[in-house]
């Protein structure tokens, strides 16, 4: 019942930008966290953002402040990722996350590849 889609992944410069988003179906989307992990190739799963379910308390991983942003829009049911000045380390595959009740959910991932 729970669904979670992300999209805008792609290739980029470094220094360049780029907006993922995580579209949220099957349950009460304002009242739950939802983050963002990435994992890259022979790497441990890496949570890189978090966002209250009203919005109002973020937090992210110290290899990302200052440059990605996490946001959500409660009536569209969406969160989003901007990420501004992109390394070769952020190079990776995002996924979207939430947990309800017992369970976590996770949506299918986006790739994200930074490289010249």
């Known amino acids: 019942q729970v669904q979670l889609v992300e999209s805008g992944g792609g290739l980029v410069q470094p220094g360049g930008s780029l907006r993922l988003s995580c579209a949220a179906s099957?349950?009460?989307?304002?009242?739950?966290?939802m983050s963002w992990y990435r994992q890259a190739p022979g790497k441990e799963r890496e949570l890189v953002a978090t966002?209250?379910?009203?919005?109002?308390?973020?937090n992210y991983a110290d290899s990302v402040k200052g440059r990605f942003a996490i946001s959500r829009d409660n009536p569209k049911n969406t969160v989003l990722l901007q990420m501004n000045s992109l390394k070769p380390e952020d190079t990776a595959v995002y996924y979207c996350?939430?947990?309800?009740?017992?369970?976590?959910?996770w949506g299918q991932g986006t790739q994200v590849t930074v490289s010249s």
């Open positions: 966002i209250s379910g009203g919005g109002t308390s973020r």
């Open positions: 099957g349950f009460t989307f304002s009242f739950y966290r």
């Open positions: 996350n939430t947990r309800r009740d017992s369970l976590a959910y």
